[in-house]
């Protein structure tokens, strides 16, 4: 893959990715009306779980938004295939398999221990 394709990649990503994040943080309209009618004890706790199940969704969606963020300013700063952390190389298989990644395999692994 070439970096003008790669870039189109990335921008596509992001723009997905964007559009995912508006989607699942967008509130209902009119959310005190939603409430306050026909409405069982019960129904706000269900509501309440909702909300967070939401709210980690759109938290996983921002983090790779902000990895295809960053892989685009590494495509444009030159450091585009080198590990942010320890600055090795990463392998061409990893990053055809995952183009937007800032991490080899190994750092990767330790930031999520
Ligand atoms: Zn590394």
Same mark, same amino acid.
Request: charged share 35%; proline share 4%; aromatic share 2%.
């Given at each position: 893959?070439?970096?003008? /394709?790669?870039?189109?990649? $990335? /921008? &596509?990503?992001?723009?997905?990715?964007?559009?995912?994040?508006?989607? $699942?943080?967008? @509130?209902?309209? %009119?959310? !005190?009306? #939603?409430?306050?009618?026909?409405?069982?004890?019960?129904?706000?706790?269900? =509501? *309440?779980? =909702?909300?967070? #199940?939401? &709210?980690?969704?759109?938290?996983?969606?921002?983090?790779? $938004?902000?990895? *295809? %963020?960053?892989?685009? !300013?590494?495509?444009?700063?030159?450091?585009?295939? @080198?590990? %942010? %952390?320890?600055?090795?190389?990463?392998?061409? /298989?990893?990053?055809? *398999?995952?183009?937007? &990644?800032? $991490?080899?395999?190994?750092?990767? *692994?330790?930031?999520?221990?």
């Amino acid at each position: 893959m070439d970096a003008h /394709e790669l870039t189109t990649l $990335l /921008e &596509t990503r992001r723009r997905e990715l964007g559009e995912e994040l508006a989607r $699942l943080t967008e @509130r209902p309209a %009119d959310p !005190v009306g #939603n409430l306050s009618f026909g409405k069982r004890i019960g129904d706000g706790t269900t =509501e *309440a779980v =909702e909300r967070i #199940n939401t &709210t980690a969704a759109a938290r996983s969606v921002a983090a790779s $938004l902000a990895e *295809a %963020d960053r892989a685009l !300013v590494k495509l444009a700063e030159g450091s585009y295939g @080198r590990c %942010d %952390d320890c600055g090795g190389r990463i392998p061409d /298989e990893r990053l055809d *398999a995952v183009p937007w &990644t800032a $991490l080899c395999v190994e750092c990767r *692994a330790r930031r999520s221990r």
